[in-house]
Structures are given as C-alpha cells and as structure tokens.
C-alpha cells in the first residue's frame, strides 16, 4: 500500500508543472497560444492512446468512475480540484489495468476521462480548437472537420455507435430535445450557441451523423469582416448605414456562406434604444444590443403534441412591442407573416434565407409565402415583398473556402408584376491560382441606391465615390 500511494504521489507530482503553467488563464488567451503554433492539432486528432484497447478501457473507467463518484457534488468543485480527484483514481485504476503509459500519456488519459463525465468526450478537444469551423461525424468511427473552408479527416473515433450515441443524447437533453427511432432528426445547440444537427438511425444509413457548426466566442465585426477580405470598407459603410437608417434586409447565401456572421455584425449598429425580438429554430445569434428578446421554436412531444413553429413566434412577436424582429432563418410559410410585420411599422427587421442569387431569393421567398396556403395572387404576393424589403445581401464561399458578399441589390418596386431590382455592389471573379486560390475584385456598378433619400434625412450622409465604377472600393 506504502508503495501504491509513493507512485500515485510522484504520478500527481509530475503532472502538477503542467497544470500549474498558466494558474487562472482564461480560456480565450490559452486558445490563442495553442493556435499560435500552426503545425500542432488537437490533441485528439494525433493521440497515440486512441487504441481498441485503451478506449475500452476509458469506457470501462467511465462507467466505473460513475458509479462510484457522486458527480453532482464534483460539479460544485473548483476545476483544478476536479482534475487532482479524477487523477487520483485513474492513476490507481492504470496500475490495476497494467496499462503502460508515461506521464504525458497518462495527463492525456486523465482529460480524456474529464471530458467523458463532465464534457462531449472525443469532441471536447476539437470544439476548443480555434482554428475549426465545422465539426462532421459519419457514423463512430469518422471524422472530419473545416479548418479555413478546407475539409480534413482527423483519427478521432468513438468506441462503437452506442457511445457515439451517449455524447449525442447529452448534446440534445441539455436544450430539452430528444433524438431516437422514432424521432431520428433532431436539430439542437451548444451552451457557447454551436449549431448542432443530429441524423441517428434509420435515417442515418451507416451510423449517426452529427454537424457541429462552430461560432467564435468572439463574434467577428463588420470591421474583421473587412480585414478578412470578405467584403470592402465602403460597402461595409453603406450597409451599416442601411441598418441605422432602418432599412429592411434580407441576407441571402448557400449553407456555410457565413450568413449568420453577417447578421450578427449588422445588428450591432442598431441602435440600444431599440428592442429587438429574435426567433430561430435553435438559437444561435449573438446580438450585441442590451435589450433582446430571444425565441426558439419547439418540437413535438412523445405524444406528437406541443410543437410550436416559427410562424406562431412570429404572431407572438407582435404583440411582445419589438422595434425590429430579426428572424434567424426564414424557411417556411412564416415568410408571410414575417412581411406583415415589415409592412406593418417594424421597418429594419432583417432575415436570412438560403438563396443562390439576390433574384433568387425573391423567388423562394414567393415559394414559401405560397405554403401559407392563403389566398393569394402572385401579384399581390410580389406587392407584398417589393413593398417589404430594400436590400438584398448576398454571400458565397468560393472554391477555395473564403466568404465573399458576391452583391448588395436594392429591390426599387414593382413595374407590372415584375420585382424590379438594381444591383449597387458586386464581386466580380477573374480566374484561380494554381493553388486553387480564387482571384476576384469588388466593385460599384455606377447605380445610387433610391435608399440615400432616407439615410440623408436622419442626417447619415454617404460620398458619392463610393458607387463610382471608376474608383477603387
């Protein structure tokens, strides 16, 4: 006994520099130190402990640790004190195990176990890599991620599907959802507002699949959004003009475009005197104003009852006094009740829609209002979106993985029955690099937008060079 408790005690000791490097360091400041580096990865990507034998025996520990450590009460404990108890226990359970790993090893043994009873097991290390924007899982065994619109394989893997299945029940309980044979679609957030999406079997053919689409826990600005090169600063000026002004948007892209992110920095120049009401199916906006009010759907119970849709949050909104209502994602018949709410003194309120075009936009617009089964002529569908909405924004992600805002269109009325629109900036694509790079430049069409009348009259002017074909954004 002498002797176990000598090797358990230089096993802690040996660990205690590396926990003790960096006492108290917020998590933002170390995630920025590991990106530092940009040759290392996650550490589960490359760990050599990702054997048949070793995940059997991290699911055995698991299982065993539960039983026996009464996890409520390890919650209320101070992360450090956590850790100092769990090593304890693996370190006596490696000797039992005889299994053969160094100090280093048996550090990285000991946060894989942390993460299996208080995390996302497997996942925890890449949902704290900086550098990934996308996590995709196709059945246990793999595993691919998005680092800078590039997808990799990484050698992370899941014991069998039954663990696969533990991490994505956990994942879907903590917002109040469900996923099983009878509900194998299920769409649900991290606590740090993450996108997830769950597709278990029979839906999912091989395994469950899982999307994880990672948001910065510092959400990027219309300024970085200029740095990054997605779009130019005069553009930039124009639309967060637009916002203050209270012209109605619709943001408009394919999935992965960077829609969201759009969203998020707009609405920071709104203004904090207004209240904003945000509906989403699984929220994940990250406004920037005091005054929010966020709304998201719900699905149906057990009994299939008590589902509450987009469009009933919409209705509800109205009577919640908002002065915009920023819808996440339009994508249904809630389209048409999101335009009254544009028609009807809530001038400003702003939407996404996954469209290829600015004109496209428009038409799946007119699709979705049309399953609201009213009614309806299409002129008087037309009437209702020219009347509604100003600006269009449109972004792509390019071949090569980077977002660009392809055009900002301003819808100017109806002539017959025709939407008619102008087009104020476009991304204009030239050709690729060997290395796939795209080469590309933004430029003005020529075309003042009909919205510089009301910007002048709140007193926002705008130069003239800005929409000068011959001058350089």
């Not at 990106?35 to 996650?42: D, G, L, M, Q, V």
């Not at 939407?351 to 299409?378: K, V």
Request: proline share 5%; with cysteine; aromatic share 2%.
């Amino acid at each position: 006994m002498a002797g176990r408790f000598t090797v358990r005690r230089m096993i802690v000791s040996d660990r205690a520099p590396v926990v003790e490097e960096t006492p108290g360091a917020p998590a933002d400041s170390l995630l920025s130190s590991a990106s530092s580096e940009p040759a290392s990865e996650p550490a589960a990507s490359t760990n050599p402990l990702l054997t048949d034998k070793l995940l059997d025996a991290k699911i055995r520990l698991h299982r065993r640790l539960i039983e026996e450590i009464n996890l409520s009460a390890l919650e209320k404990l101070p992360e450090e004190e956590i850790r100092s108890h769990v090593q304890g226990l693996v370190s006596q359970y490696v000797m039992v195990e005889r299994l053969a790993l160094n100090t280093q090893e048996l550090a990285d043994f000991v946060s894989e176990i942390l993460d299996e009873m208080t995390g996302l097991g497997p996942l925890e290390p890449l949902l704290k890599d900086p550098s990934i924007n996308d996590i995709l899982i196709n059945g246990h065994e793999c595993v691919y991620v998005e680092r800078h619109g590039i997808l990799e394989p990484l050698s992370v893997r899941f014991k069998d599907e039954q663990h696969l299945l533990r991490i994505i029940n956990k994942i879907v309980s903590a917002v109040g959802r469900r996923v099983d044979e009878s509900h194998p679609l299920c769409d649900a957030r991290l606590q740090d507002g993450s996108r997830v999406n769950v597709a278990v079997r029979p839906i999912g053919v091989d395994g469950p699949l899982v999307s994880i689409r990672k948001f910065s826990k510092k959400p990027l600005n219309l300024s970085r959004l200029v740095d990054v090169g997605a779009l130019r600063p005069a553009m930039g000026e124009v639309l967060a003009a637009a916002v203050k002004a209270r012209i109605t948007t619709i943001i408009s892209g394919g999935t992965g475009s960077g829609k969201t992110t759009m969203l998020n920095a707009l609405s920071a120049f709104i203004s904090e005197k207004e209240r904003l009401i945000t509906i989403e199916d699984a929220a994940e906006l990250q406004l920037q104003q005091p005054h929010v009010g966020r709304m998201e759907t719900r699905p149906p119970n057990l009994e299939g009852k008590g589902e509450i849709r987009q469009r009933e949050l919409v209705k509800n909104a109205l009577r919640m006094r908002p002065d915009r209502i920023i819808l996440g994602e339009c994508r249904g018949e809630e389209a048409f009740d999101m335009l009254q709410a544009m028609n009807t003194g809530h001038e400003g309120s702003m939407a996404t829609i996954h469209a290829n075009t600015p004109r496209d936009a428009i038409s799946r617009l007119e699709q979705m209002i049309g399953m609201a089964g009213l009614p309806m002529t299409i002129a008087s569908i037309r009437g209702q979106i020219g009347a509604a909405i100003q600006l269009i924004v449109q972004l792509q992600r390019q071949s090569d993985g980077k977002r660009k805002v392809t055009s900002i269109a301003e819808i100017t009325g109806l002539e017959g029955d025709i939407i008619q629109m102008q087009e104020i900036f476009k991304y204009v694509r030239t050709g690729t690099d060997a290395d796939g790079t795209v080469q590309g430049h933004f430029a003005a069409t020529g075309i003042r937008p009909r919205f510089l009348g009301e910007l002048a009259n709140q007193g926002i002017k705008l130069p003239g060079t800005y929409f000068d074909p011959s001058q350089p954004l």
